[in-house]
């Protein structure tokens, strides 16, 4: 297995999410992109592991469908972003059944996810730096 995976398996799921307007839409904020600068990386990935585990792990998540919100935390807005956000789309974007516990290397795999966009969202753009 090449361990740089990260690049270059997830680049497919990357173009089908650009070509979703309502995922494309999802955008981090001042406030967010202020928030995520002030964790660092290692917290936020903690926060991340913990919003997956607890809200979506269980094989029949408490509110599924509306257990993210859509704003106040970096790792919502990205979960959105990726279809991430519950279990329905877990299974239409990523393959991932419901009705069934996410095991170990799903919850890595979702943080992967998550964190590859979430890179990406912090990279300075023209628009941001005028
Ligand atoms: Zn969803």
Not at 49 to 65: C, K, S, T, Y
Request: with cysteine; glycine share 6%; proline share 5%.
């Amino acid at each position: 297995m090449n361990d740089n995976y990260e690049e270059i398996n997830l680049e497919p799921l990357f173009n089908r999410l650009g070509e979703s307007k309502f995922r494309s839409r999802f955008k981090l904020g001042k406030k967010e992109r202020q928030y995520l600068e002030e964790k660092g990386w290692a917290e936020i990935e903690r926060h991340a592991f913990d919003f997956v585990r607890q809200r979506l792990g269980p094989a029949e998540p408490g509110n599924d469908g509306k257990q993210t919100p859509m704003r106040n935390h970096p790792v919502f807005i990205a979960q959105h972003a990726t279809g991430t956000c519950c279990r329905k789309c877990l299974e239409k974007w990523h393959r991932i059944e419901k009705g069934k516990e996410l095991t170990e290397e799903q919850v890595n795999y979702i943080v992967a996810v998550l964190r590859y966009w979430l890179k990406r969202a912090m990279l300075p753009t023209i628009e941001q730096e005028n």
